[in-house]
């Protein structure tokens, strides 16, 4: 239970250290659609310095900062089942739920990051490059397929305790 | 569940009250109303050699298959 408890405060110091992050977010996207050129903000996608902010660039920038608060509510749901762990509620409903949830956003997240990424190189610095090694779009998608398969390995073991306790 | 559990009838019959038997076979009274209940999901060897015995009986009168529940 001593791990439970140190996880749940890592996530739990990531989860207070990332909030005010949403109102600046919540803030930035309005007002990049408004403002015409804002160069004095250093930004980067996927290494790649922005340095023309034409409509292309702030959708595929919104598009980004979208899917960051899709991780950070991710955050929120993963504090919800830890919260379920420490009351020992290991196979509720809530926590099947929570799990597939999480993998549902983490592959839209991925594909969130991924795609606009790409198109970015594509237009904007035209040229394609093959990297080997782990991307935040493989590492993203591979995590999403994970919890979906954890949530249907916690639906499975919630019906083998149903059917034990069901064993007179 | 087709499996009919016909428990009450065999306790009727012998005039035994069911915290009786469930002491006899040394389960909870919680279970065995489980089991008489129909909401078990399966029932061990040694529950029903336990019932069998305390009961006098064969697990053919406890358990009846009905196809059409």
Redesign the interface.
């Known amino acids: 239970m001593r791990k439970l408890i140190i996880l749940k405060s890592i996530v739990d110091l990531f989860w207070i250290l990332s909030l005010p992050i949403v109102p600046l977010i919540l803030i930035f996207i309005p007002i990049s659609f408004i403002t015409a050129d804002f160069n004095y903000f250093p930004f980067k996608i996927n290494g790649v310095e922005i340095e023309t902010f034409d409509l292309g660039t702030k959708i595929i920038l919104t598009v980004m900062l979208l899917s960051y608060l899709l991780l950070i509510y991710c955050i929120y749901l993963f504090r919800k089942i830890l919260t379920c762990f420490i009351r020992v509620k290991i196979f509720d409903e809530a926590v099947i739920t929570n799990f597939n949830k999480i993998g549902n956003l983490l592959m839209l997240s991925s594909f969130l990051i991924g795609i606009p990424s790409i198109l970015y190189k594509i237009y904007y610095t035209e040229n394609i490059r093959f990297e080997l090694g782990i991307s935040p779009f493989i590492f993203l998608l591979c995590l999403g397929f994970f919890f979906m398969i954890l949530s249907e390995i916690f639906k499975i073991s919630r019906k083998m305790k149903?059917?034990n306790e069901?064993?007179? | 569940m087709p499996i009919i559990v016909n428990l009450d009838i065999m306790l009727a019959t012998r005039k035994m009250r069911s915290k009786d038997l469930a002491e006899k076979i040394g389960?909870t009274t919680a279970?065995?109303s489980?089991?008489k209940s129909g909401?078990?999901?399966?029932?061990?060897f040694s529950?029903l050699e336990a019932i069998c015995e305390a009961l006098d009986c064969q697990p053919s009168d406890i358990l009846e298959f009905s196809p059409e529940l």
Do not use: D, G, Q, Y
């Open positions: 149903e059917e069901l064993t007179i | 389960i279970n065995l489980v089991l909401k078990a999901k399966a029932i061990r529950t």
